[in-house]
């Protein structure tokens, strides 16, 4: 799960602010959100057209290109939608003011939808380029979707840690405690999100990820706490930029920003500490409010095209779940962990699981007294 990029990266980008599930006060607790984007590919919105669909997406998560090659082949209008984090895209999609029929968000949000029945099942045999979906991909989505029959695969990739090699030794980073190490003092960027700032911290302590014992969150907190003198700063868009520019030398950081800070200074490497971590799926789904399923399946079958895969890959620069395109990479590439993760370290990782109400109050609570400490 996945963040924006100031514009210095703007070609390459993701997102995520792997948030809490849920009440919309917590997006004023968690990173700043910012307003949805309208990406309509045609001057004047086209209203209630039946040969047209409506698309919600992370913001700068595809080539604007696709988009319109889409609409040219099929006739089909888009009306394409942004958003910041899984919080946003919730209190926008239930607000029902925009009826969507295709949106791709992080697992543990489809989850909570699924939850509440918000889905429509995807005939999977419609889409004739299915085939070309890794499969290994898709039993990581049954974490929570057990027969595949809600979510396609869009990208993937790892929490780890992004570091400079000329000021910080491989061997540190092999443990999630080189995040407290005071050596590294006023120069550790964290995730400014509950989720991600808690595994961290939990993977540390040897608990699970999606650990809600309160005794063990609670000792989470406390090692945060102690840990918070020596960071640098808590960031959600900033932190590529920021390691870049060398105003810090170690950084809790999606692979997929790390990939793209890696191309921009050659001495930033990105690692998976030996703990284990997360491993996020974003996926497309159909909501129940579709007008045209049809076309939303189209719109679908259309990004796992060979090319339409590879034109994504090559704008967002996370791991594709497209066969055909990982193929074409170069042994560099399929080697860097901070584009495809390898299998030893998808095995050592995770999926964030939804959490209920009473736990996701509690994170917000101890969410609040980190902030305040």
Known sequence: MKHFFKKDFSHKTKKISLCLVLVLSLSQVFSACGKTKNRDSHATPIKNNVNSITVLNYGKYMDEDVIKKFEKETGIHIKYEEYENPEEMYTKYKSGSIKYDV????????????????????????????????????????????????????????????????????????????????????????????????????????????????????????????????????????????????????????SGEAATAMESKSSLAYTVPKEGSNVWVDSWFIPKTCKSKQNAIKFLDFLCRDDIATANFDYVYYASPIKSVVKKQPKDVLENEAVFPSKKTLENCEIFTMLNQKTTDYYSDLWMKLKAY
């Open 103 to 254: 949106i791709c968000t992080s697992e543990y949000m489809i989850q909570k939808l699924m939850s509440e029945n918000e889905l429509k099942k995807i005939d999977f045999k419609k889409l004739s380029n299915y085939n070309n979906i890794d499969s290994n991909v898709l039993e990581l989505n049954q974490s929570y979707d057990s027969k595949n029959q809600y979510a396609l695969p869009y990208f993937y990739g790892t929490l780890g840690i992004l570091y400079d090699t000329k000021k910080v030794s491989k061997a540190d980073v092999q443990s999630w405690n080189c995040l407290w190490n005071k050596k590294y003092n006023n120069e550790i960027i964290m995730e400014n999100s509950v989720r991600d700032t808690f595994a961290a911290a939990l993977k540390k302590l040897n608990y699970s990820i999606n650990d809600t014992n309160p005794k063990h969150l609670n000792k989470a907190l406390s090692i945060l706490e102690k840990q918070k003198e020596h960071v640098y700063a808590y960031m959600v868009d900033e932190t590529a930029d920021e390691m870049v520019a060398g105003n810090a030398k170690i950084a809790l950081c999606y």
